[in-house]
């Protein structure tokens, strides 16, 4: 199984990026998939998440409404819309899947990650 996060890079506040999740050796349409962040010296936290069929979405409360999950099951992908980026957005970025057709915002839910992707966003 992999899981290979992409499209993290520097912008500037207020710009936007979008991160891709290209999953294989997975089911990947049988699985919830999900994106969670981590800034340097704190602890990962939930981002989004997305049923199965994408049916559901889920976002933390600090992305409400600027980020944007969604996925191609056709193409083993979920990618992550992150618009008017802040510097507190800045971290490492991470997608998730587990085998589970609803959402969740726990991280020992997904079984399964990939390596991490650096967003940098600066003022």
């Known amino acids: 199984v992999q899981l290979q996060a992409s499209g993290g890079g520097s912008v500037q506040a207020g710009e936007s990026l979008t991160l891709t999740c290209a999953a294989s050796g997975i089911n990947f349409s049988r699985c919830s998939v999900a994106w969670f962040r981590q800034a340097p010296g704190k602890e990962r936290a939930f981002v989004s998440a997305q049923s199965w069929y994408g049916g559901r979405s889920k976002y933390g409360d600090s992305v409400k409404g600027r980020f944007l999950i969604s996925r191609d099951n056709a193409k083993n992908t979920a990618a992550l819309q992150m618009n008017s980026l802040q510097p507190e957005d800045t971290a490492v970025y991470y997608c998730?899947?587990?085998?589970?057709?609803?959402?969740?915002?726990?991280?020992?839910?997904?079984?399964?990650w990939g390596q991490g992707t650096l967003v940098t966003v600066s003022s």
């Open positions: 998730a899947a587990a085998y589970r057709s609803t959402v969740a915002q726990n991280a020992y839910v997904y079984k399964h």
